[in-house]
């Protein structure tokens, strides 16, 4: 990563350790998957040349063979120009295609409400999402009482206005992202203008956010819900016991997110807002969702990019605040290292305290071996001698200080209070990535 902020280059170190135990297989892109169109679509003619038939119950019919043959490289490039997606917009839903549950309310925010649904062909479950922007929904039956608290307050600011150009912006990104790895994220179906208001629709996955992963952890003192959702081997040779545990999770977490990195670079989409509330885990897979916050970088006219004005969450965004222009995928790799960050380290996995520590790290100037340092400094007790040892590294004198602050014995899984011996599971899994690194680079690998 390229730095661009105060301390931005601390995270990117761990990020890069951890890589070192990532298979070479996580950084082979995958050819483009097939993708269909969802029962109850409207008939239409797509750019490739292909058509959209009108399906039947339970029907579903293939738009394009596979996205990367000539046939339907029109539609990429159709995509990738954002004044024309209007008029080329991969698939729209029949305005009477969708019954949205409005009393599965699964989310909002400042310009969108997200429900559940389902397509009336089929009876297969969808996630709707509406803009808010301010006109009124006569199909929902509560539009009034979730609205008249702060009506007045968003007309007189223009989020209403906003709100139906992001959800624009935002269809177009799922395109984008469709039309390249389509597997990083639940099928998206498309968008109607429904009752004078723009919606969005994507099929919904059985799944768990990693946010839920988190904070059963907390609760179990254990690393095994992760492994159970990522569907890890009980043994995968490389250790027994919370050790071996907690580096095949770090490994395969760093593996999901860093590959998610690569693809959303591939597609051109700088994503600004990953976090665990929006990693799905499914069948053992990470899906990426809520594009709400991105940004088409890499492609002509840079929709829902503006050069001084970012929306993001402080507590994993890069410091610099902004995208770089010039190496603007960076912005998602500092994310998932703030991710990896709360999972390797225990006193960081429950919500309350990963705030916590974001606010110390970024007061620290955003220094991850000074942060580490810091708690060692204020742990009594820890060795008082605050200088590596001769021909010992700074990654395996952590290790040493966290082991003989434990006393030799494992730490305990209910170890909340930030100290030199909760740290040790992550600084071992640390050390172990750096020293199979160096082994690598010795090795010529």
């Not at 931005?8 to 890589?19: F, I, W, Y």
């Not at 503006?306 to 994993?316: A, I, S, V």
Request: aromatic content about 8%; overall charge negative; glycine content about 10%.
């Amino acid at each position: 990563r390229r730095c661009t902020g105060t301390g931005g280059c601390a995270l990117s170190v761990m990020v890069l350790l951890l890589s070192s135990l990532v298979a070479a297989t996580a950084w082979q892109i995958v050819p483009p998957a097939r993708f269909h169109a969802a029962p109850g679509l409207r008939s239409r003619t797509l750019p490739c040349g292909k058509s959209v038939q009108k399906a039947g119950a339970g029907g579903s019919t293939r738009i394009c063979d596979d996205v990367s043959t000539a046939g339907c490289r029109g539609l990429r490039s159709a995509v990738q120009d954002w004044s024309k997606h209007a008029d080329s917009h991969r698939t729209k839903v029949a305005d009477d295609a969708v019954d949205v549950d409005y009393g599965d309310i699964m989310g909002q925010g400042t310009y969108g409400e997200v429900f559940g649904g389902k397509l009336v062909d089929s009876d297969q479950r969808v996630v709707c999402k509406r803009a808010k922007d301010g006109v009124r929904d006569s199909a929902d039956p509560v539009w009034e009482l979730m609205h008249s608290v702060d009506f007045d307050d968003i007309v007189q600011d223009g989020r209403y206005a906003l709100a139906y150009k992001y959800l624009s912006t935002e269809s177009y990104i799922n395109d984008l992202v469709m039309d390249s790895h389509p597997e990083i994220m639940p099928q998206y179906l498309g968008r109607c203008d429904k009752f004078g208001k723009r919606w969005l629709y994507w099929e919904f996955v059985e799944s768990v956010t990693l946010e839920d992963l988190f904070v059963t952890a907390s609760e179990q003192g254990s690393l095994q819900c992760f492994a159970d959702a990522f569907r890890l081997p009980l043994d995968s040779g490389d250790g027994a016991g919370a050790g071996g545990l907690a580096a095949r999770v770090c490994r395969e977490v760093a593996r999901e997110l860093l590959s998610a990195c690569q693809r959303l670079a591939r597609a051109g989409v700088a994503h600004r807002d990953l976090k665990p509330q929006n990693l799905l885990v499914a069948q053992g897979k990470l899906l990426v969702i809520d594009f709400g916050s991105a940004a088409a970088m890499g492609k002509t006219g840079r929709a829902g990019y503006e050069k001084n004005r970012t929306p993001y969450d402080q507590r994993y965004a890069p410091p610099e605040g902004f995208i770089d222009e010039e190496a603007w995928s960076s912005w998602d790799v500092y994310s998932a290292g703030m991710i990896l960050a709360r999972l390797l380290f225990p006193p960081l996995r429950p919500a309350e305290a990963y705030d916590s520590f974001t606010v110390a790290f970024s007061s620290g100037g955003r220094d991850l071996d000074g942060w580490v340092q810091d708690v060692i400094d204020k742990d009594k007790a820890a060795p008082s001698n605050g200088d590596p040892p001769a021909g010992s590294s700074l990654g395996q004198w952590y290790c040493s200080v966290a082991e003989e602050a434990c006393g030799g014995r494992a730490p305990s899984p209910s170890l909340r209070a930030l100290s030199a011996c909760s740290l040790k599971e992550g600084l071992d899994v640390l050390e172990s990535a750096s020293e199979t690194r160096a082994g690598a680079k010795d090795g010529g690998g």
